[in-house]
């Protein structure tokens, strides 16, 4: 008896020790939090950031060709025996030792450094703006998913509401076929209904797990958690994309960061073609060295230190063509970076316009969908209660419900769409959705 007591009071003890853990709940997130997460865990955010020191360490390196070259030396050289001439005159050391300091600088008379320079700089901007555009990019597409699981999780909620109405439909079925006020038909396509609901369910159920990894997958966050619905308040949401289509366009030839990304462009390919016309002009060298020498036997007649100083003109007269095919070259690249700002342009003018008439299309359905969900509800229980009064049939109710869900899923689908709308104008005209780190 003793021992079972104690088993039993073990057990209260276990069961009490369980329900004073703590209850792990899965995180919340809204979407300007989910922003940083991202934009801390996205790789191609952090090889656009080496991009960026890429560009500063080559601006370091031209800025080193523009600063005169310090080295020195040093050497020995023995010799197998010292050598001299019938009269005594010492011809071979036996040994030598020099050493020295040298300092050497050459330059191009055609500025070919400087340009380098300003190329290396604009490049470090260029960089700049990519790595602006690829954040900003990359938290769209996080938006996007962010959405998709809001989605999902609409279509999961339809579905369950979906599943219960046909179930209660194929029980009054039931009851009716008892008492004979239906056929055996009726009863049929209500247990039908009632099956395929079941696989939508499943289907909306798979959907979501599928988005939330993919949200995962971008932010790096767990698989458990739940999302935090955006405010509705539109009219504030969307002040600023009132302002007009036109408007809307020149701010985003102003504000993309694509935009200055091509102006980037066009400068470095300017500056490439008058690096590369800068070829053609003479370089000048110039030098400065320190030596000392050392020798065994000592001479009177050896130079032990030394300091001098030399210019040194270099012209280029032949060398295969390789400066005009550089010029030619670099007047083509000069062409392509033109034709793609005028080309960018115009992209990002028909970006502007198709997220702007699509936020326009949303919010005018908005209203229209809404009032659909509401008849919709109110036929589908009118037609139900006609149903238990025997004054409608089966597929009167399969009608309605229906309709019923794919309102819903219409309503769903515009309440999304508006948001996203809203933050593809922000991004087509260049306005920052993150403007933390």
């Known amino acids: 008896m003793n021992r079972k007591i104690k088993k039993h009071l073990a057990s209260i003890f276990a069961f009490m020790f369980f329900l004073s853990l703590p209850i792990c709940e899965a995180q919340e997130y809204t979407l300007d939090r989910l922003y940083p997460i991202a934009l801390e865990y996205?790789?191609?955010?952090?090889?656009?950031?080496?991009?960026?020191?890429?560009?500063?360490?080559?601006?370091?390196?031209?800025?080193?060709?523009?600063?005169?070259?310090?080295?020195?030396?040093?050497?020995?050289?023995?010799?197998?025996?010292?050598?001299?001439?019938?009269?005594?005159?010492?011809?071979?050391?036996?040994?030598?030792?020099?050493?020295?300091?040298?300092?050497?600088?050459?330059?191009?008379?055609?500025g070919k450094e400087i340009k380098a320079l300003n190329m290396s700089q604009e490049n470090i901007q260029k960089s700049r703006f990519d790595l602006a555009s690829m954040r900003e990019e990359y938290l769209y597409t996080v938006s996007s998913a962010f959405f998709d699981v809001l989605r999902a999780s609409?279509?999961?909620?339809?579905?369950?509401?979906?599943?219960?109405?046909?179930?209660?439909?194929?029980?009054?079925?039931?009851?009716?076929?008892?008492?004979g006020e239906v056929t055996k038909t009726a009863l049929l396509r209500a247990?039908?209904?009632?099956?395929?609901?079941?696989?939508?369910?499943?289907?909306?159920?798979?959907?979501?797990?599928?988005?939330?990894?993919?949200?995962?997958?971008?932010t790096g966050i767990e698989s458990e958690f739940n999302l935090k619905e955006p405010d509705e308040d539109y009219k504030n949401k969307s002040a600023f994309a009132e302002q007009g289509l036109e408007a809307l366009k020149q701010k985003a030839l102003s504000e993309?960061?694509?935009?200055?990304?091509?102006?980037?462009?066009?400068?470095?390919?300017?500056?490439?073609?008058?690096?590369?016309?800068?070829?053609?002009?003479?370089s000048l060298g110039v030098e400065g060295v320190y030596s000392k020498m050392n020798a065994k036997p000592d001479s009177v007649t050896l130079n032990k230190s030394s300091v001098y100083g030399g210019l040194k003109l270099t012209l280029p007269i032949f060398e295969?063509?390789?400066?005009?095919?550089?010029?030619?070259?670099?007047?083509a690249k000069q062409k392509q970076a033109s034709l793609n700002f005028n080309d960018l342009k115009k992209s990002i003018n028909i970006e502007v316009e198709r997220a702007y008439l699509d936020f326009s299309t949303q919010k005018d359905m908005m209203n229209s969908n809404q009032e659909q969900v509401v008849f919709a509800k109110d036929n589908y229980n009118a037609v139900s209660k006609q149903f238990e009064f025997g004054l409608a049939n089966s597929l009167d109710v399969m009608d309605a419900n229906n309709l019923l869900v794919s309102s819903e899923k219409q309503l769903a689908e515009t309440r999304y769409n508006i948001d996203l709308s809203l933050l593809k104008i922000k991004r087509s005209v260049g306005i920052p959705l993150y403007s933390g780190k």
């Open 320 to 331: 295969g063509g390789l400066r005009v095919a550089e010029v030619k070259e670099a007047t």
């Open 154 to 179: 609409k279509a999961v909620e339809i579905a369950k509401s979906n599943l219960e109405r046909l179930g209660k439909h194929k029980t009054a079925a039931e009851t009716k076929l008892r008492v």
């Open 256 to 282: 993309r960061t694509e935009i200055k990304s091509a102006m980037a462009q066009k400068k470095i390919a300017d500056g490439q073609l008058s690096f590369a016309k800068g070829g053609h002009w003479p």
């Open 42 to 110: 996205a790789e191609k955010i952090k090889l656009s950031e080496e991009d960026l020191i890429i560009s500063e360490a080559s601006r370091d390196k031209s800025l080193s060709s523009l600063l005169p070259k310090v080295s020195t030396y040093a050497g020995i050289t023995k010799y197998t025996d010292d050598k001299y001439t019938t009269t005594g005159v010492l011809l071979q050391y036996k040994e030598t030792s020099n050493w020295g300091v040298r300092l050497d600088q050459s330059i191009s008379l055609g």
């Open 191 to 218: 247990q039908a209904e009632f099956s395929a609901a079941k696989s939508e369910l499943v289907k909306a159920e798979n959907g979501l797990k599928l988005s939330k990894a993919i949200l995962s997958r971008l």
